[in-house]
């Protein structure tokens, strides 16, 4: 069994900084790839950015050059560091973690919301 805990998330003014976090722990397991996803109110669940364990990363072109992605393999953990906050990047916040075999997990979500 997987867990993933996230935290992090809260409320952030616009133009402000917040870091999330996402810890894996259970089942012993390789991981390949570790990301954040979004969904924003009455949305789809969205892309936000994704790192291999390569080092490889991808985000949405929404959030290019505002956040940055980074994981520490050791402890298991992502993170997501996000800058230049604005009300559109209001949503619940998803970690995902894709194991080398297997489905990928989702965190319970963390709700961040920009707001003065």
């Known amino acids: 069994q997987v867990q993933l805990v996230e935290s992090g998330g809260g409320l952030g003014q616009p133009g402000g900084s917040l870091r999330l976090s996402c810890a894996a722990s259970g089942s012993t397991f390789s991981i390949s790839a570790m990301g954040w996803y979004r969904q924003l109110p009455g949305k789809q669940r969205e892309l936000v950015a994704t790192?291999?364990?390569?080092?490889?990363?991808n985000y949405a072109d929404s959030v290019k050059g505002r956040f940055t992605i980074s994981r520490d393999n050791a402890k298991r953990t992502v993170y997501l560091q996000m800058n230049s906050l604005t009300p559109g990047d209001t949503a619940v916040y998803f970690c995902?973690?894709?194991?080398?075999?297997?489905?990928?997990?989702w965190g319970q979500g963390t709700q961040v919301t920009v707001s003065s």
């Open positions: 995902n973690v894709q194991p080398v075999f297997g489905r990928a997990y």
């Open positions: 790192m291999t364990s390569g080092g490889n990363t």
